[in-house]
């Protein structure tokens, strides 16, 4: 459900991208070819971060796995260290 919301989200922000990236071509002396190049970097970075969130939303509570950690560390004394 969350990633539908984040779908939608995306979308709408595509279409104000493009939207204002149109409104902007009849003003932007910069043409129309670098308009989509810039639209179509937008969606990369768009994409990649919304493929880095589902990652992320995938792993572990890591402050969780730290915590056990550190516990089984403390648990056990250093060989190193003398008594």
Do not use: W, Y
Request: charged share 35%; hydrophobic share 35%.
């Amino acid at each position: 459900m969350a990633s539908e919301t984040a779908s939608s989200a995306d979308e709408e922000k595509e279409t104000l991208v493009f939207s204002a990236a149109v409104e902007g071509a009849t003003t932007d002396k910069r043409g129309k070819h670098r308009i989509l190049a810039e639209l179509k970097r937008l969606q990369q970075d768009t994409k990649f971060l919304q493929e880095e969130l589902e990652e992320l939303e995938k792993t572990e509570n890591v402050s969780a796995i730290c915590k056990e950690l550190l516990h089984n560390m403390d648990s056990r004394p250093d060989p190193l260290l003398p008594e």
